[in-house]
């Protein structure tokens, strides 16, 4: 038996590879035929009953796929490999080497078996289960407004499917007799929830309120009313007010949900609160949303919520379903985008404009410049996710720096409201890319995070203040001239300030 050469050596060595890879492969095939053979009758059983049967099944099918695929493809490679040089002789090859071959075959097949499930839909983006079901009792009590918020007001809750609790019932503060304003009603089916795939989702618009009024409200039926909860309208437009700014939430929900309560226990002056965007991590999954609304149970049945979408909150970029759903907000938005995408709306005497970040920058812009040129609002203010001047130079966002930001200069924008960057930052005024030399106000561009997912920030001349690993709230109080922005730590530590006052 002569020494092989190092090129017969290692066609020897692939041989092995690929017999023990296919080997396994040809194990593996057999071992998730035999659970398919006992999970899809189970399936059929249940379907309908408990997802999960039928979530299993498809999941053992597609690794069984994947598994036989991969023996046919490693024995056919062989068996090729075998017949071209089936005169070479592997006994005169290192047995080292063979066993080496035979690992590397095994552990290759395995890596691949723990790809196909590590990405399979069942991990990826199905079997949820959420810990707040819906029930017949109305929950996820929410308002926001889809029109003036001094006349209007859009209350939102969940039910179970079936649920007679379809009606709001409204009366003035110390008023004795009710209004009653009946909900529109959409089901939603969660095709991945393993618990509670049903709900309906009630919308009820009150209209012609007085501005500046308390209001005291329930949700139901005439059998059954929620507990009394209140909301105020917007006042005229002289009158001082406060609201809220928060960044993402996105990752740690019941922190950012702590975080909204010790905010609104100190500061219950504020109005409502916008919200930046990743309100949730996974947009598309009920069950996130449900944690959501869960964590701000406490304030947002009395002070409206008016957010904008993060790349977190939709179920693919041009797919915001669940968001949309949930949020009945001004449908005055850019055409570009399906509505309620980008709005806009006045609060006393600050215009208020939203846009969508995640896509089409450049297609909202003419819609932000009509919002813009046409308010005669004393201070303007714009919400949108991807900061203009992000927190790491890898983040940048240039497209919004250049389209709005452009206009945010143009029009004498006092602030943005920003979030993305899982930190704090609040830019020094901003003119054209620069620090503004004094001669104009400059645009202020803030970015926060109320959740609990970080992300380091390099030092920005641009920046005033900056931190990192820093969930913070914001109070913006705005009173006829002057404007003094707070941002408060979980401890109502006071972490950032500043005033503004218009000539
Ligand atoms: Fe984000």
Redesign the pocket.
């Known amino acids: 038996m002569s020494m092989p050469s190092k090129q017969e050596r290692w066609i020897v060595y692939a041989r092995w590879f690929l017999a023990s890879g296919g080997l396994l492969a040809v194990l593996a095939s057999a071992g998730t035929a035999i659970a398919a053979y006992y999970v899809a009758p189970a399936s059929d059983m249940e379907a309908g009953l408990n997802p999960i049967w039928n979530e299993a099944k498809y999941f053992v099918l597609d690794v069984q796929t994947g598994m036989v695929f991969t023996a046919a493809a490693t024995l056919i490679l062989w068996g090729m490999l075998r017949v071209l040089t089936w005169r070479l002789d592997a006994r005169a090859v290192p047995v080292r080497g063979r066993a080496i071959a035979t690992i590397l075959g095994l552990l290759a097949v395995c890596v691949f078996a723990r790809v196909i499930v590590k990405n399979h839909p069942v991990f990826v983006e199905t079997l949820r289960v959420t810990a707040f079901p819906s029930s017949e009792a109305p929950d996820q009590i929410t308002l926001t407004w889809a029109d003036s918020p001094d006349t209007t007001q859009s209350i939102q809750w969940r039910t179970a499917p079936g649920s007679p609790a379809v009606t709001v019932r409204y009366r003035t503060q110390g008023a004795t007799d009710w209004q009653t304003a009946d909900s529109t009603n959409e089901s939603f089916m969660a095709e991945n929830m393993a618990n509670d795939d049903k709900i309906e989702w009630h919308t009820a618009r009150l209209a012609d309120l007085q501005p500046g009024t308390g209001y005291e409200y329930e949700v139901g039926s005439e059998t059954a009313w929620s507990e009394t909860r209140k909301f105020t309208t917007a006042p005229a437009a002289s009158e001082a007010f406060s609201f809220m700014y928060l960044g993402?939430s996105q990752i740690g929900l019941q922190d950012y949900g702590n975080l909204l309560d010790v905010g609104y226990e100190a500061h219950p002056e504020a109005a409502f609160v916008i919200h930046a965007?990743?309100l949730v991590n996974r947009g598309c999954d009920r069950d996130d949303w449900d944690l959501f609304f869960h964590a701000s149970r406490n304030v947002f049945d009395q002070y409206p919520i008016m957010p904008t979408i993060?790349?977190?909150d939709d179920c693919g970029v041009e797919d915001p379903r669940l968001y949309i759903m949930y949020f009945d907000l001004p449908k005055n938005g850019s055409d570009v985008l399906s509505k309620e995408q980008t709005y806009a709306f006045t609060y006393g005497n600050a215009l208020f404009v939203t846009l969508n970040s995640n896509l089409k920058v450049e297609e909202q812009t003419p819609w932000l410049e009509e919002q813009l040129a046409h308010s005669d609002a004393e201070w303007k203010f714009l919400l949108w996710?991807h900061p203009a001047y992000a927190s790491r130079s890898v983040r940048d966002n240039p497209d919004v720096r250049k389209y709005w930001g452009a206009l945010a200069d143009k029009y004498g924008v006092d602030i943005v409201f920003q979030?993305?960057d899982h930190a704090y930052a609040r830019s020094k005024p901003i003119h054209d890319g620069q620090v503004a030399d004094g001669t104009i106000p400059g645009v202020i561009y803030v970015l926060a995070v109320s959740g609990t997912k970080f992300y380091d920030q390099d030092p920005n001349e641009l920046f005033e203040v900056g931190y990192e690993k820093m969930p913070t709230y914001q109070i913006i109080h705005v009173d006829g001239k002057t404007l003094r922005y707070e941002a408060y730590d979980i401890h109502n530590k006071l972490v950032d300030d500043f005033s503004l006052t218009k000539k």
Do not use: A, L, Q
Request: hydrophobic letters at 0%.
């Open positions: 993402d965007g990743d993060g790349n977190h996710h979030g993305h």
